[in-house]
């Protein structure tokens, strides 16, 4: 029993399959990689709320006084993930005791801690030393949130993962995973992904047309339907040869 649990704490791939849960080939990719910082960018319905709610699960068992937050646009969508985290957690063979136990975050009898919270940059701060933070729909999560939790990893070392599908070349999401230096980078589109019918994809085309379709379901970055100016041109206008007119004195 000790040795199948060690195999469980040191291999989340192991550990999603005791779940219940077969993950797919780019899912047991992140579920075992070991760098701190991970760029989902998928495609609706490919499983990557899934992957993060069992990476959150895995966390909060094998490492003991670990600080998992959850963060997402919404208080919704933040216990919507949170609600995944405890489906799994229901379906260990042997369920741990929980110390604190409602709708938003749970602690552990290993005084690991799961918490869910709304994009409220005022919100956040209260917390610190996390060892693992999750932005759900990052495209969608305020600039000055992102800036607010990522200092909370400075003395944990902790992981951080944003995941989303794009929504126009905009924001945090879209500058780390078009520049950002640092992260690994995780793209799947919706015809990569087996439980999707090129039927449905169809369907979903004609339904949604271009602009929505190539964000919600192949990854792309797209113009904001209300920019005059597109990303590419007005970064092409910038240079740091040209001297400012004006400087503070």
């Excluded at 005791?18 to 998928?42: M, R, Y």
């Excluded at 068992?61 to 969508?77: A, H, K, N």
Aim: aromatic share 10%; with cysteine.
């Amino acid at each position: 029993m000790v040795a199948h649990d060690l195999r469980l704490a040191l291999d989340p791939v192991s550990f999603a399959v005791e779940l219940g849960f077969t993950p797919d080939d780019w899912q047991a990719k992140v579920l075992s990689g070991t760098g701190n910082h991970i760029l989902l960018n998928c495609s609706r319905q490919s499983g990557k709320s899934t992957t993060a709610a069992i990476l959150a699960l895995h966390r909060a068992l094998y490492y003991v006084e670990s600080l998992i937050l959850l963060i997402s646009p919404s208080l919704r969508q933040s216990s919507e993930l949170f609600r995944k985290v405890t489906e799994f957690l229901n379906t260990l063979k042997v369920r741990p005791k929980l110390l604190e136990d409602n709708k938003l975050s749970c602690m552990l009898v290993n005084k690991s801690r799961i918490v869910s919270l709304p994009s409220s940059e005022g919100t956040v701060r209260g917390f610190s030393g996390a060892n693992l933070i999750i932005e759900d729909e990052a495209s969608r999560v305020p600039d000055d949130l992102y800036m607010a939790i990522r200092p909370m990893l400075a003395v944990s070392n902790g992981k951080l993962i944003l995941m989303s599908t794009p929504f126009g070349k905009r924001g945090h999401f879209f500058e780390e995973w078009d520049k950002g230096q640092g992260w690994e980078k995780v793209q799947v589109k919706a015809n990569e992904c087996p439980r999707i019918s090129e039927e449905f994809l169809r369907e979903e085309r004609a339904s949604l047309g271009d602009w929505w379709f190539k964000q919600e379901y192949m990854c792309e970055f797209v113009e904001p339907v209300d920019q005059v100016f597109g990303y590419e041109l007005v970064m092409g206008m910038l240079s740091s040869d040209v001297k400012p007119l004006f400087t503070e004195e």
